[in-house]
């Protein structure tokens, strides 16, 4: 099954074969995944729905999708896990643009539930997670069962409609283009404990495509650090504040070599291809037993980087240059 993108926007990288971009995302459709893809794919891409993050970006590493659209950051749970673990393990996959979309959930149920019969709720976890009060306060006897999308508790609920079988749960929390796509009735509409929540969405191709700077760009990496030397934190720290490299996301990942061993999945302000950034890299891989680039890519919001004085690319141009001509001194 295949749908239509229908918005138009240049996704950075060569044409895939036949002209038709494949962008596998985290389905059924009808998830907030999908809206996210609809902000970015071009006319007449293939949509491929997976059933889940780790899946989706799989398709791409083994050359079933040209891109994979997944959740990476949620503005009241953090970061998705299962994306940040996926994308810095395996073949290189490099972010190419990321997506905002604001998260409003429905509970609905099959024609013919009232909200006094519900006794199960099915939803992603994430989206348990931000309508857990809401629940316990008007459902305080309801028992969560999770799955894979709030999409795939609407499909799977209303597969269930002409069946005499046990339902898996009784109503669903999920968006509302999912209660019309699969033949439920909404009960309670923006259903939420923080009603401003949004998730952050991004898009990975094979590694090699990294867009243009455009002054309003983060940089993706995941830093390990040695694990035998006390202040190994702060020393990785320094590395982006004495070059004036601002972070707007870092979380640590076990790095799945033992107890006490951990990796950090970092979004730099700024571009791969601006000098103070390139510095802080460079600093980083002098000082840490791994570090991976995972992309340089537009903000969605725009916003500019602030750049420190002495941290302007002219600024390390002209440093780099006095030093050499020191350096040609007598030589």
């Not at 791994?290 to 537009?298: C, D, E, H, R």
Request: aromatic residues 6%.
């Amino acid at each position: 099954m295949t749908q239509q993108a229908t918005t138009v926007t240049n996704i950075p990288g060569p044409p895939p074969l036949g002209g038709r971009l494949r962008i596998a995302f985290l389905g059924p459709f009808g998830t907030f995944t999908e809206q996210a893809v609809w902000q970015i794919a071009p006319a007449g891409a293939e949509l491929i729905p997976a059933a889940s993050a780790p899946q989706a970006l799989e398709a791409v590493r083994n050359g079933v999708a040209d891109r994979a659209v997944v959740p990476i950051e949620n503005s009241i749970e953090g970061g998705v896990n299962a994306t940040i673990d996926t994308l810095s393990r395996g073949e290189d996959l490099h972010i190419v643009a990321e997506m905002i979309v604001p998260v409003r959930f429905v509970l609905a149920a099959l024609p013919g539930t009232r909200l006094d019969d519900v006794r199960s709720v099915g939803t992603h976890p994430h989206a348990w997670a931000q309508c857990r009060r809401w629940a316990e306060t008007n459902l305080p006897e309801v028992v969560h069962v999770p799955t894979t999308s709030t999409a795939a508790a609407a499909e799977l609920l209303g597969s269930f409609a002409s069946e005499e079988a046990e339902r898996p749960f009784d109503a669903v929390l999920c968006n509302a283009p999912s209660v019309e796509r699969y033949g439920l009735v909404p009960l309670v509409s923006d259903v939420a404990d923080n009603p401003g929540a949004v998730t952050r969405f991004i898009m990975a191709a094979r590694s090699g495509n990294v867009p243009p700077a455009t002054g309003a760009d983060k940089t993706t990496i995941q830093v390990s650090l040695p694990s035998d030397e006390a202040g190994a934190l702060l020393m990785m720290l320094e590395q982006f504040s004495v070059r004036g490299v601002n972070l707007s996301r870092i979380e640590s990942r076990p790095a799945g070599d033992g107890l006490g061993h951990y990796a950090f999945s970092i979004d730099i302000a700024g571009h791969v291809r601006e000098e103070r950034v390139q510095a802080a890299l460079v600093g980083l891989h002098r000082t840490c037993p791994k570090v991976q680039f995972l992309g340089s890519y537009p903000r969605v919001d725009g916003i500019r980087a602030e750049i420190q004085r002495g941290t302007k690319d002219s600024d390390f141009v002209e440093a780099r240059n006095w030093v050499e001509s020191i350096a040609r001194l007598g030589a």
